[in-house]
């Protein structure tokens, strides 16, 4: 399995390249407590089409090292930005979910896009869903530390109580089978301990307005409306007005596992967007 080491600390760090070298680039960060594999939907399809496939796995998830360090926004932002490095790749379009979409708007608020062209926020937590000055209509971070404590006391339980919501699955043309909702429950679970607990800390420290607004590329953002992880009005709607070039795309009866249930209608709205062509360089 190939491996990149971190440029802030050494930490050993998994990714998958797919498809051909010399295909459109397509960059994937996932979700929280998972790793490459949520995308499997959107990566074959798009890397049997010719399009090159790369996607990483978090510190402390999937096959990555279980580091004890580096649960912050910038460092996951660095491990990002090192991966880019590593492998050379240009005119990327940068696609992350969930969490996964704050690292990858800070990792262009941080480095620069240079190497990136396209940025695609997938059922993003963006700007952010705890209160702070920034989302003052988050959820009220009492509620948060509630929460923790039963996920400190028991993840498993924990993971098992949401994964329907996740996906919406009581909502028509959401079928997702028992079997693979076990499959990612059980995915989740191999993330470590302080992995866990630590990428928590982020989602709850998460305030990037300002940032989503100082933006340069073009920006896809992909919603559904029922998602109760990153409701509508304090997530999409104003992630979609604070970005200077953004694209808006709603999925009826869309929760936050949209990546599955909603699996066709995102990898063509992301094929579409990837085959766009580079953005042109602001000012």
């Given at each position: 399995m190939p491996y990149y080491e971190s440029p802030v600390d050494g930490t050993r760090l998994h990714y998958v390249d797919?498809?051909?070298?010399?295909g459109p680039v397509a960059v994937f960060v996932a979700s929280a407590y998972i790793g490459h594999e949520m995308w499997e939907y959107q990566m074959l399809p798009l890397a049997?089409?010719?399009f090159r496939c790369v996607a990483l796995d978090r510190r402390g998830h999937g096959c990555s090292d279980d580091a004890w360090n580096g649960y912050d926004l910038d460092t996951l932002a660095d491990d990002v930005q090192g991966l880019l490095d590593h492998l050379d790749l240009r005119e990327v379009t940068l696609i992350g979910h969930?969490?996964?979409a704050g690292e990858a708007v800070r990792c262009l608020t941080r480095h620069g896009s240079?190497?990136?062209v396209r940025l695609a926020l997938v059922a993003a937590i963006c700007p952010g869903v705890v209160r702070s000055s920034g989302t003052p209509d988050g959820v009220d971070p009492a509620v948060v530390r509630a929460d923790l404590e039963v996920f400190r006391r028991d993840r498993a339980a924990w993971f098992a109580a949401g994964v329907d919501s996740f996906f919406a699955?009581?909502?028509p043309g959401n079928e997702v089978s028992p079997q693979y909702v076990r499959y990612v429950t059980d995915r989740c679970m191999t993330?470590?301990?302080?992995?866990?607990t630590g990428i928590r800390a982020v989602i709850s420290a998460l305030d990037l307005a300002a940032e989503l607004a100082s933006l340069d590329v073009p920006v896809l953002v992909v919603h559904g409306t029922d998602d109760t992880s990153a409701p509508l009005a304090r997530t999409r709607e104003r992630t979609a007005r604070l970005v200077p070039d953004g694209t808006l795309k709603v999925y009826e009866r869309g929760g936050h596992g949209?990546?599955?249930t909603?699996?066709?209608q995102l990898t063509a709205d992301l094929r579409e967007f990837i085959e766009a062509g580079p953005a042109v360089a602001a000012g």
């Open positions: 797919h498809g051909p070298a010399t049997e089409a010719g969930s969490v996964g240079a190497r990136v699955v009581h909502l993330t470590g301990w302080r992995a866990a949209l990546f599955v909603h699996a066709r």
